[in-house]
Every structure is written in structure tokens, then in C-alpha cells.
Nanobody, 124 residues
Framework: QVQLVESGGGLVQAGGSLRLSCAAS????????MGWFRQAPGKQRELVAA???????HYADSVKGRFTISRDNAKNTVYLQMNSLKPEDTAVYYC??????????????????WGQGTQVTVSS
């Protein structure tokens, strides 16, 4: 199993920045793909960004050019740098690990382990 703990959420004004961190423990050698999802009230959970163990990345169209995902394998930590934040980025952000595939999936059900979530609120 893999345990994931997110940190770094909070309240920020539109145009501001936040950096989320996700610390992994346990069988981290099997965290082939790490993803950041978000879920706003009344909406489905959606993939924001993901990164493979080899460093390939995927971004949702809505965050391209504003968000950057990275991972430090030595620290077993994944980061999401969020710049130029907009009110529509407000959501609970979840870190997730896909331990079955080396390829990025956009579907939440393909991810095996989840963190508890961290709230990001962007005020206008």
C-alpha cells in the first residue's frame, strides 16, 4: 500500500500562487503515475495534472501554462505549482497514485491510492 498526505492548500486572491505537496510513504517503488485531481462542489472529480515515474506529464486544458507538476523521487514527493489562480480553480485537491500502469489515465477509478485532500480557495 501507499499512503499519501497533501499539504499547501489555502486561501489566495485571484492571480496569486500556491504550491501543493504530496508526500508518499509505503510502497513508493510502485507509484508509477502520480496525479493531482480536484473536485468542486456539485462537480465530478477531474484530473488536473499527472506525471509518470519517467517524468512525462499531462495537464488539463484549463490549467495549461499556469500549473506545473513535478516529482522528487528521492523525497517521494509530488508538487503542483499553481500560478495565475482563478476563482474557478477553487476546489478540494487530491493527490493520487496509479500503481498498475506506466501510462497516464484521466479516470479517477484507475488510481489506487488517494490522499485526504486539501482545500484551495481563490477569491475574486
Amino acid at each position: 500500500q501507499v499512503q499519501l498526505v497533501e499539504s499547501g492548500g489555502g486561501l489566495v486572491q485571484a492571480g496569486g500562487s500556491l504550491r501543493l505537496s504530496c508526500a508518499a510513504s509505503g510502497r513508493t517503488d510502485t507509484t508509477y503515475v502520480m496525479g493531482w485531481f480536484r473536485q468542486a462542489p456539485g462537480k465530478q472529480r477531474e484530473l488536473v495534472a499527472a506525471i509518470t515515474s519517467g517524468g512525462s506529464t499531462h495537464y488539463a486544458d484549463s490549467v495549461k501554462g499556469r500549473f506545473t507538476i513535478s516529482r522528487d523521487n528521492a523525497k517521494n514527493t509530488v508538487y503542483l505549482q499553481m500560478n495565475s489562480l482563478k476563482p474557478e480553480d477553487t476546489a478540494v485537491y487530491y493527490c493520487a497514485a496509479d500503481r498498475q500502469s506506466y501510462y497516464i489515465s484521466t479516470y479517477p477509478h484507475n488510481y489506487d491510492n488517494w490522499g485526504q485532500g486539501t482545500q484551495v480557495t481563490v477569491s475574486s
